[in-house]
């Protein structure tokens, strides 16, 4: 599945709103979101742009969306890197995610045997 198509709708709405959390100078940012079992952090990062971003409720909500949206589709990540500018080009956005191994073999364990992936990460 294409991340950045499948969950268009809330990544778009996570820039938008992480480009309001940002100073007026910045031209471009990264939303780093970190995940565990326990919570979800979250921060902006001007690369090197003087000034700092302030995370609204309302950015922490779309986080939390898109976590819950994710998960319950069996794609769990511990990791998640949003670059943006500020132009709000969407074809400019850019966007990874990072897996834990343990995850994996969860999501491996729940498929039946036939269909699990076997070697590889």
Known sequence: MNKAVAYADVLDRLVAESIACCPDTWAQGRLCIEADEIRILCRIDGHGAPGTASI??????????LYVRMDRHG???VEAVIEFRRDGDCEGR???FRYSRS????ADARRPWWKRVVGGD
């Open 103 to 106: 995850a994996k073999v969860a």
């Open 75 to 77: 794609d769990t990540w």
């Open 94 to 96: 850019r966007t990874w």
């Open 56 to 65: 609204s409720e309302a950015l922490r909500d779309l986080v939390d969306e």
